[in-house]
């Protein structure tokens, strides 16, 4: 039986499910998952591998209309995954209209025009599918039938994975014989020091409101494995003094109930005991700076 393999690039507005539905695509937690919007950052991949198959899953961030150089970043990362995709998941919900984005879908249809045979195959994931009823849901269905004509539309719910079956069947017929991309005992191609900053970032996005969560960034500054343990220093950046005292909260309460809880899931992640450092560190504008914006890892390119 020949080999099959792809890159399968998850596309969409944000909170409308992508890293819950990687998630389960993938089998295991390497995207964060929060109630608040833009909460997926960076383009992440998962890698599934089977005997005579590679799927390799790429999480984005929800597209949106930048405001900052970071915002340009994000947009970038979800950009390329149209170019590089040999299937394209289009996620949307059964609240969403079709027109809701434009110019993002306008450059999928582009795409399909430009490159003919060699475009990504496209399927529009409907995604909430349990919130409506069947007649809502058909309706759906004919709407997005009308505005991407050549893609495949699935309606799944994420959160409790029902019609995942049907798409993950889909996937496989579509996606094209090739060698694997990667090697088959890989899962992803981000290095552990990221899944510390991600877990960290979650944490941030789950115990302070208003603009806190947007205003912060994470990166460890050390990392030390051993056997039985890992070594962590981590810093999380903002961007002004005000922000700097409320995420350390009075005598360091919040700082350190941040470290706990992130030290848990770190320690579940990585399945070893964990010992975790915390520090808060003003950048001034940390967001429209390049060169901050490249030390944190935003560089599409």
Avoid at 66 to 94: C, G, R, W
Avoid at 96 to 110: G, H, I, M, P, Q
Avoid at 241 to 250: A, N, V
């Amino acid at each position: 039986m020949a080999h099959k393999a792809g890159f399968v690039n998850i596309v969409g507005n944000p909170n409308v499910g992508k890293s819950t539905l990687m998630n389960i695509l993938v089998g295991e937690r390497l995207s964060i998952i929060t109630a608040k919007a833009q909460t997926t950052r960076h383009r992440i991949m998962g890698i599934v591998n089977t005997d005579d198959m590679q799927i390799v899953y790429s999480d984005t961030p929800g597209v949106l209309k930048p405001v900052s150089k970071l915002h340009e970043s994000m947009l970038a990362f979800s950009q390329s995954a149209l170019q590089d995709a040999d299937i394209l998941l289009y996620l949307t919900d059964t609240v969403e209209t079709s027109d809701k984005n434009e110019k993002f879908l306008n450059a999928v249809v582009r795409m399909s025009e430009d490159r003919g045979p060699m475009a990504p195959k496209v399927i529009v994931v409907l995604n909430k599918m349990d919130l409506v009823d069947q007649a809502t849901l058909v309706q759906k269905v004919e709407e997005w039938h009308e505005r991407l004509p050549l893609a495949e539309i699935i309606p799944i719910s994420a959160l409790h994975a029902l019609g995942t079956d049907i798409l993950l069947n889909k996937i496989k017929e579509l996606l094209p014989e090739c060698p694997p991309y990667f090697d088959k005992d890989q899962l992803t191609d981000k290095p552990a020091r990221f899944f510390v900053t991600e877990i960290t970032r979650e944490k941030i996005l789950q115990l302070y409101d208003k603009e806190i969560p947007y205003a912060c960034e994470v990166r460890v500054e050390r990392f030390k494995e051993g056997d039985k343990l890992i070594d962590i220093d981590a810093v999380i950046y903002c961007e002004r003094d005000s922000q700097k005292g409320i995420l350390i909260g009075r005598q360091g309460a919040m700082l350190k109930k941040l470290g706990t809880l992130a030290r848990k899931d770190i320690e579940a992640f990585f399945g070893k005991q964990v010992m975790l450092k915390t520090f808060v560190k003003v950048e001034k504008d940390w967001r429209n700076n390049l060169r901050d914006l490249n030390a944190f890892g935003y560089n599409p390119e």
